[in-house]
């Protein structure tokens, strides 16, 4: 059997890694084999994308859902979340101040929400007017969409559809997003790779995952073809079946993020703010992400997804909250056009 040091030095060769090898890697415990792993994800980050980060704002414009997962906070039959759905000019205005604070890209997120699935014309009037007031990217998550959706997003000028399975597994799936459709979720996907999108990923971790499951999900979700793939640690939400569910802190994530960065050294991997705030932010930073995600203007009424408030009125969850934090990292902000010059080489790749 090989070494950690045999697997990193290969990742480092820029060979790709096989499950033994990505299984092995995530079993690591010992903090010094797991600061290896986590300085061999930053050395292939620094590779690719030397010492600049980049930063998403984040809109949850409406928290209604017409879903029940059993992992969030926002299923339609929990009474706990706060429910809202933005009008066009309040996510405009939020999406402007965002974009005036220095982000890269707007991240318009929602439940699944009828308003707008049932008239799409709606969340393309959104994003049209998002685009306009801001001049940014556009990534666009309201869940699972027709095909008929997903081109009309494209003509919009959306940049990217981010839909996250959450897990490979068929049968914990089936437990998690109950009444949802694996395959339809991975096939609309792909579909919106085809036509022209970028597609981000997502894997959750503490939900009933193993390290085997979640090799099986990294070595796979390459071939959607995703530019960007997310984990996040479940963080317990009241008023759901999983409410007293215990987790195990955020080695997971942590290790995650790291194999991720070998498996995928060229791609964007999420720091997200909506796990543990800004206390959180240096160590996923450290382990190899890229990218930070969820932030949020303070005192505008909008919500987290996993941490509905954690950060967001002390105004931590913002630009320059996460500045001091990448300087300690010895990281910087990215220029609009470094992320750009990405945007247009994952365009690129057919
Ligand atoms: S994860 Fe998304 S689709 Fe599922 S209940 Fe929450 S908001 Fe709805």
């Known amino acids: 059997m090989k070494t950690t040091k045999e697997i990193l030095n290969k990742s480092l060769e820029g060979r790709r890694l096989d499950r033994d090898e990505v299984v092995l890697l995530l079993n690591q415990r010992e903090p010094e084999v797991v600061n290896e792993i986590f300085t061999a994800a930053r050395t292939l980050r620094g590779r690719y994308f030397g010492n600049h980060i980049f930063a998403y704002g984040f809109v949850y414009f409406s928290t209604y859902c017409r879903n029940e ?3 969030c906070f926002y299923r339609k039959s929990n009474t706990e979340p706060p429910r809202y759905r933005k009008t066009t000019e309040e996510i405009t205005a939020l999406s402007k101040a965002l974009a005036d604070s220095g982000v890269h890209l707007i ?4 439940g699944e929400d009828n308003a707008f699935l049932k008239k799409p014309q709606r ?9 306009t007031a801001t001049g940014l990217p556009v990534m666009i998550s309201p869940g699972q969409v027709s095909e008929a959706t ?7 000028g959306v940049t990217w559809y981010a839909l ?3 897990t ?7 437990k998690m997003r109950l009444k949802q459709d694996y395959d339809a979720r991975m ?13 981000e990923e997502g894997l959750l971790t503490g939900i009933g995952d193993t390290v085997e499951s979640r090799a099986d999900a990294m070595m796979a979700m390459g071939d959607i ?27 997971n994530e942590l290790l995650n993020i790291s194999v991720m960065r070998l498996l995928y050294p060229d791609k964007l991997i999420p720091a997200s703010l909506d796990v543990e705030g800004l206390v959180g932010l240096k160590e996923r930073l450290m382990a190899g992400a890229n990218v930070i995600t969820s932030l949020i203007p303070p005192k505008t009424g909008l919500a987290g997804v996993s941490q509905s408030e954690l950060d967001i009125d002390d105004g931590s969850r913002s630009v320059d909250g996460v500045l001091p934090e990448l300087e300690k990292c010895g990281l910087r902000l990215a220029t609009r056009d470094e992320y750009q010059a990405y945007i247009d080489r994952e365009m690129a790749v057919s």
């Open 164 to 166: 996250y399975q959450e």
């Open 123 to 131: 969340l393309i009037e959104v994003v049209d007017r998002v685009k």
């Open 150 to 156: 997903i081109d009309a997003l494209k003509k919009a």
């Open 187 to 199: 096939n609309i996907k792909k579909y919106a790779r085809s036509r022209g999108l970028l597609v």
């Open 225 to 251: 073809g995703v530019s960007q793939v997310r984990t996040m640690t479940f963080v317990p939400q009241r008023g759901t079946p999983l409410e007293k569910r215990r987790t195990g802190g955020s080695v």
């Open 107 to 110: 991240d318009l997120t929602m």
């Open 69 to 71: 997962c059993s992992f």
């Open 168 to 174: 490979y597994d068929r049968a914990l799936y089936k």
